[in-house]
Nanobody, 126 residues
Framework: QVQLTESGGGLVQPGGSLRLSCTAS????????MGWFRQAPGKEREFVAA????????YYEDSVKGRFTISKDNTKNMVNLQMNNLKSEDTAVYYC???????????????????WGQGTQVTVSS
């Protein structure tokens, strides 16, 4: 069982930056994929970004490419999401997710992730 804890959410003005962190309770094996999803009010939870623990390959949803960067810190069992040039449409609850058996074709599928954090609110508003 892996417990995930997010931190770093908050209120930021349009164009600003935030850094989200996700810490795993146990050392994740090299086969794990860590992902970030978000859910805005009245909308479904959607894929934002993911990273392979082994190899570090990264994947992004089109609307965040060039603005968001996902990275990992092996020594801390941590995954970060650096969010720059934030827009009002980025407002959502952001969730960290993890799974140990994901194939490339399933990385963007929220139903394929077994472990989830509690979520952290990100609000972009002037």
């Amino acid at each position: 069982q892996v417990q995930l804890t997010e931190s770093g959410g908050g209120l930021v003005q349009p164009g600003g930056s935030l850094r989200l962190s996700c810490t795993a309770s146990t050392r994740t094996s090299s086969r794990f994929t860590m992902g970030w999803f978000r859910q805005a009010p009245g909308k479904e939870r959607e894929f934002v970004a993911a990273i392979r623990w082994n190899g570090g390959q990264t994947y992004y949803e089109d609307s965040v490419k060039g603005r968001f960067t996902i990275s990992k810190d092996n020594t801390k069992n941590m995954v970060n999401l650096q969010m720059n040039n934030l827009k009002s449409e980025d407002t959502a609850v952001y969730y960290c997710a993890a799974d140990g058996t994901l194939m490339l074709s399933s990385i963007r599928n929220k139903y394929q992730y077994d472990y989830w954090g509690q979520g952290t609110q990100v609000t972009v508003s002037s």
